[in-house]
Nanobody, 125 residues
Framework: QVRLVESGGGLVQAGGSLSLSCVASVRTFTIYDMAWFRQAPGKEREFVAYISRTGDFTLFADSVRGRIGISRDYLKTLYLEMNSLNAEDTATYYC???????????????????WGQGTQVTVSS
């Protein structure tokens, strides 16, 4: 069973920074591709960033590219570093994991079988 627990959300002023973490309770972390998604009230869940199971391939949504970094470590933790935050970044942020052998897309939520409960990020203007 895969359990993902996010933390690090909170209230931050526009222009500020925030770091999110996601701890995975899994036997072997390196078999999972990982991603961050976010969902604002009244909106669909949207892709934010992806990192491959080996950590050597990353993708970012156009809306966050240049402001956000994604990384993972061998302690089974996924990270999201966010800078220059603005009000449009306000959302609940979810980490997602999947271990399928062949991946055709990275930005679609249905490609990920495992999800955390989310952590709220609020950016005040």
């Amino acid at each position: 069973q895969v359990r993902l627990v996010e933390s690090g959300g909170g209230l931050v002023q526009a222009g500020g920074s925030l770091s999110l973490s996601c701890v995975a309770s899994v036997r072997t972390f390196t078999i999972y591709d990982m991603a961050w998604f976010r969902q604002a009230p009244g909106k669909e869940r949207e892709f934010v960033a992806y990192i491959s199971r080996t950590g050597d391939f990353t993708l970012f949504a156009d809306s966050v590219r240049g402001r956000i970094g994604i990384s993972r470590d061998y302690l089974k933790t996924l990270y999201l570093e966010m800078n220059s935050l603005n009000a449009e970044d306000t959302a609940t942020y979810y980490c997602a994991a999947d271990d399928r052998a062949v991946r055709t897309t990275y930005r679609v939520a249905t490609e990920y079988d495992y999800w955390g409960q989310g952590t709220q990020v609020t950016v005040s203007s």
